[in-house]
Structure formats: structure tokens, C-alpha cells
């Protein structure tokens, strides 16, 4: 309703274009030849070509055990593995990340703690965790969102000395860096998602990562029936080989996409002027990896900015989700935890599109919609 008011003075600004689409073209022209291989060698979890996927990850995160699994929420399930736990025991959560990282751990019967991020990041605030953080802690779970670096390395420290292990959930931050290394770095186990609407895609698939031997033993071992020797319980999270095959193809066009969305980002800001929002801050020696933009309102509602954009054919991960604070989900109830960055947080900003399928009309529309932005 209120929305309406600044939607028919921006209406006059901003010529009408077609709604702008939010899907991301994965295709790569290596796709076919990886996947005749892959018909060719094996197509189950254990075959060569998803030896080789796993391989290649690890290469490029120079992180020594990467176990690829049939989903992100399966990574986030797997990693759980690589930690030590009883049923009932903590894990605490930022209440601002997607409902996908929680449900694994509720699977499990594992018990979610929210804790706060910082004001203006979506990484947990060391405060809120000193209050939240108890004897029955068994991991801590950090969510950076849309390709933005949180503070892990102050994170990794923080959880070293409590003695708690530190989980990234970086289904958002494929090759997102901080301080000259990767943030997936900064985790004693990373987990990524490679759907098909996350910075790389495999249609459907994950990973997971450590640099320790026996955390790996014990997640590999889950994905397969706990090696099937009958002492340990496990399931069948593996990845198969037609997945992996598209994987090894589309590792070449990373370095691509973070090249198009950086140009599309600095093409946007460049001319973007409106004081009444700005660029959610990136923490120092932080560099995003261009899944989104992230624009945040200065002052007043975000979410009429969000439906400015949305009037004008804008699409948003924020409106589509309607993200909130987890706990505001019925099934989340029980857990709820007042936090007060996170909600001012998820309600100030939105995602902008910058993948490489844009136009430089679309680019021009984007910024011209921004500034004509009244409020
Ligand atoms: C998408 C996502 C997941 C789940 O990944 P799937 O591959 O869809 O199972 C988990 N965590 C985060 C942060 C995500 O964005």
C-alpha cells in the first residue's frame, strides 16, 4: 500500500522495461565433452570422474579433503558428521540465514541456538555469542549471505578458544575472499550448495570441505551407509558422476563470473547515486564474489525499496523469501531468541541481480530505478 505512493512518482522517472530475470544461464560449452567422459568411466558417487571433481575443488581452495554430496543441505547434514555430538546438544545459528542450514541440524535432533550477527553483517556477533555459547555447544555455524565475507577469521578465533568447532555454511560464497585468503579457509569444515540458482551450478549437488583427515573419515564414511561395516550409521549422500561431470566443466567459468559480475557491480555503483541507499559495507580485506549486489537503506523501511524495484521488474531474493528472522517460522517457535541486528538487518536491504546475462540496458534500468527512488 504504502509501497504505491513511491511507485507512481518513480513510475513518471523510469521507462517501463520488461521484467528483468533473476535465473542464471550455467551452460558451458564444456558441459557435453565432460559428460561423455563421465558416460564413458562410470556415472555412480565413487566413480573417477567424481574423484577428479573432488580434486580439482581442492586445488583451487588448496584445502586438502573435499567430499562432493548430492546437495547443500546434505553438506550441511555431512558436516554435522565431521563434528562430535549427542542428540539434544547446541548449534548455534545466525537466525538471518535460509531455513535450508537449520532443518539438517533439527533432522538430527540437534538443538538450534540463535545467536545475533553484527549491525550491517550477517557473521555472528563475538557478544551475542559469549551469551548464547553453553556447556552443551557442540558446533557453531556461520552463514555469511549473497557472496559478502563476515568476520571468520575473528570467528575462527573466538570458536578455538571456546573449543567449539566452526562450520561455514558457504552455499552463498563460492570463492568469496578475506583477507587474501578464501573464507571457506577460516572453517574447520566449509559446505557449499551447487544448485542451480547458487553462484555455481551442478542442477543439484554440494560439497564439503577440511583440511582434517579423520573429520573427513568420518563425513565420507556417512555418505556411504557408514562404509557399510555395520558399526556406524551413515546414508547415501554422494554425488553422481553426471553431476560431477557438468561440476569439472563449470569450475573453468568461475573465474569468468567473478570477472562479469565485478564489471556489472562497478558499472552499477558508478551510477548509482541515491543517499537514501548504499551498498551493504564489506568488511575490511573482505572481497565479494558478485552472487549479488546488496543495497541497503540508509533510513526508513526497506522493504518499499524493495517494492519499488519489484513495481519496476526488479527481482529480489528478499522478496521472494520474504526473509525474517527464523524464528519467526512456526516450526522455529520453540527456539525463538530475539535478535535485534538481524531483523533490522534482513528488513533494510535487498539483492540486485549482476549476473552475466544482463544487458547494459538492464544495468542502466537497475541504476535508474535505484535513484529514482524517493523513500
Ligand atoms: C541453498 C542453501 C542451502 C541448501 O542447498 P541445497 O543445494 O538447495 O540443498 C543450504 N544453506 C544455504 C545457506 C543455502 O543458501
Redo the contacts with the bound molecule.
Sequence with gaps: MSASTGMSTAARQVPPRPRIDDSVQHRHPQDELYLRRALETGLTGTAPIVEQYEQRISERYGIKHVLAVS????A?AVALEGVDWEVGDEVIVPPS??I??VLPLMARGLKPVFCDVRPHNFGLDPEDLARVVSPRTRAIIE?PMWGYPSRADELQGIARSLGVPLIL?L??CHVTRLQGRWLAEFGDIACF?T?E??FMSTG???FVMTNDPARDAKMRAYTRFGNLDGKKVGLNYKLGGLQAAVGLARLDAIDWHLEVRARNRAYLLERIDNPLVRELPIVEGGVINGYALLMQVTRGDGRRFVEHLDAHGIPSDVKKYDNQPLYNYELLAPYRRDCKNARELLRSLTTIPLHPQLSDEDLQHIAATVNAYDG
Design positions: 546437495s547443500g543441505s546434505a550441511v540465514c535460509p535450508c542450514t552463514v555454511d552455499a552463498h550448495s544448485h540458482g547458487k543439484e549437488g554440494g
